[in-house]
C-alpha cells in the first residue's frame, strides 16, 4: 500500500538531523521501532547529559541521558526525561513533559502542559499547550493544536493495525499513535484513534475524531448536529 509508505508523508527527511532513522524503513512505524537503539548508541551508552540550551530554568527537571543542543529554551517547571535528544533552536514551554523516546528536530515548540512521549518530531514541528503526543511520527512544519490527543493503544491492547479501505498490515507493536505529514494541521481538541495516517497538507479541523488512512491535501470538518431546547430558570448554589 503506497500510501502507507514513508514518502508518502515526508518529502524533507535530508534536511532533518535523524534521517538515517528511516533509512531501509518503508513505512514510518518501522522508524518508530528503531528509536530506542538509536538513543541508545546516540546518548545512553555514551553516557551523554549534555544541556547546551540558550537558557535553563532553574526549577526544571532533566534526567536520564540526554543531548539538548544549542539555542534550545527550556522553561519553568519543564521535565525531560531521557534518553532523549533534543535538536537547536527548540521552545520547551512551562510545564511541558518530554518522555523517554523523544526525539525532535530544530526549531521545535513543545507547549505548555503539553506531553511527548516516545516519538519522532521533526523539524519546525509546533505541538500546542494540553496536548498528548504519544508514540509518534510528526512531519516537517506540523502543527497539532492545543488539546490534541493522538491516542496510542487500543483498549483490548492489541497489536495496532494500519488500514486503508478493507486493506490493512498488523504493525507488531501495541503502542503507536498517529503518523502525521509534512505541514498538516491539527485543530484544537481533536482525537486521533491509534493507527492513523494522516496525508501531508492536510487539515483536520477543531473537535474532529479521526481514525484509519486521511489522505494528503484534505479537509476534515466535524459534522455539526446539535440539540437545542428551552431552559427553566434555575438559581445555581453558591
Known sequence: MKELETKYYFQNLES???KELFEGCIYPWEAL???????????????LKVNKAKSTAENCTITGNYFIDEGTVISPNAIIEGPVHIGKNCKIKPGAYVRPGTITG???????NAEVKNSIVQNGCK???LTFVGDSVLGKSARIGSGVVTANRRFDQANVWAKIGKEQIDMEIDFFGAVVG???????????IPGTFIGPYSWIFPTCQVRGFIPAEKRMLP?????MMDNPRVELKS
Open 223 to 227: 459534522k455539526e448536529e446539535y440539540i
Open 127 to 129: 505541538i500546542a499547550s
Open 182 to 192: 509534512d505541514n498538516t494541521r491539527l485543530g484544537a481538541n481533536a482525537t486521533t
Open 33 to 47: 521501532i528503531k528509536v530506542k537503539e538509536y538513543l541508545k548508541e546516540k546518548v545512553v551508552e555514551p553516557d
Open 16 to 18: 532533518f538531523e535523524h
Open 106 to 112: 530544530d526549531d521545535v515548540e513543545i507547549g505548555y
